[in-house]
């Protein structure tokens, strides 16, 4: 039952900024890693940015992007700054988590939330 839950997604302009959420609910028992992807029609999902042991971005969100957790209330943050046409992509929330009723810990992805930049 748990779920996560992205928002934030919108139209900006080139050089613009967006601030993506995300949010787990549903009995969160240990939460280790959060992360984000994105992915473009008709190529694969990549890694954004993620948060746990330690933390990594893609080349392309270095210096650009900024990835929070917020563990008391099992969140994840994507501030993206200087935004290009070329980060026009659907953005996934990730979560690895024990749920608090089950002893593995178990991987979840959101729904997605689309990032448009454009003129």
């Known amino acids: 039952q748990v779920r996560l839950v992205e928002s934030g997604g919108a139209l900006v302009q080139p050089g613009g900024s967006l601030r993506l959420s995300c949010a787990a609910s549903g009995g969160v028992g240990d939460l280790k890693t959060m992360a984000w992807y994105r992915q473009v029609p008709g190529k694969e999902r990549e890694m954004v940015a993620s948060s746990g042991s330690t933390t990594n971005y893609a080349e392309f969100a270095e210096g650009r992007f900024t990835i929070s957790l917020d563990n008391a209330a099992n969140a994840v943050f994507l501030q993206m700054n200087s935004l290009k046409p070329e980060d026009t992509a659907v953005y996934y929330c990730?979560?690895?988590?024990?749920?608090?009723?089950?002893?593995?810990?178990?991987?979840?992805w959101g729904q997605g939330t689309q990032v448009t930049v454009s003129s």
């Open positions: 990730y979560a690895r988590l024990r749920p608090h009723t089950h002893w593995a810990y178990i991987e979840y």
